[in-house]
């Protein structure tokens, strides 16, 4: 199977229109090892209208395609879920988040505890962020 291929199928699986916005931005989002940011992904085209990219991400987030990360920096990153995530707490993973290099890693095989809230407390959001020096960096 083709690239192009894989790419709208990866995106109809999720009943996401596959525009050729939309594919070229999974297709950035695959080729990262870490999650990136609106700009960053914005200067990865040579030329790319800001809205169109922005709302791309959000509709990958709602499909659950993409999930955002508050890494402490004050800019959402964007990251490709595992294969059946539901953004679900019991699916969420921790990150690490190089205080060097500055990148945004999953650490898929480390999931978010679960945490016993007080009596009427109702969860909205989880996020856990380890921040130190990566393994490029620490070379």
């Known amino acids: 199977m ?8 990866k995106l109809l699986s999720k009943k996401i229109k596959p525009t050729t916005m939309r594919l070229l ?5 695959m080729q990262r090892s870490s999650a990136i940011g ?41 990251a490709l879920c595992l294969e059946g995530c539901e953004c679900n707490p019991e699916d969420l993973h921790v ?5 060097n290099c500055k990148e945004t890693f999953c650490v898929t095989q480390t999931s978010v505890p679960m945490v016993q809230l007080p009596v009427n407390f109702e969860l909205a959001e989880i996020n856990m962020v380890i921040k ?8």
Not at 25 to 29: A, F, N, T
């Open 38 to 78: 609106l700009t960053e992904l914005e200067n990865s085209f040579e030329r790319v209208d800001r809205t169109t990219l922005y709302r791309t991400l959000k509709t990958f987030e709602k499909s659950k395609l993409i999930h955002s990360i508050d890494d402490g920096t004050g800019v959402p990153k964007y």
């Open 2 to 9: 083709k690239m192009n291929e894989k790419l709208e199928q």
């Open 25 to 29: 931005v999974l297709h950035q989002l």
């Open 95 to 99: 990150h690490f988040h190089c205080t």
């Open 132 to 139: 130190g020096v990566c393994g490029n960096c620490k070379k």
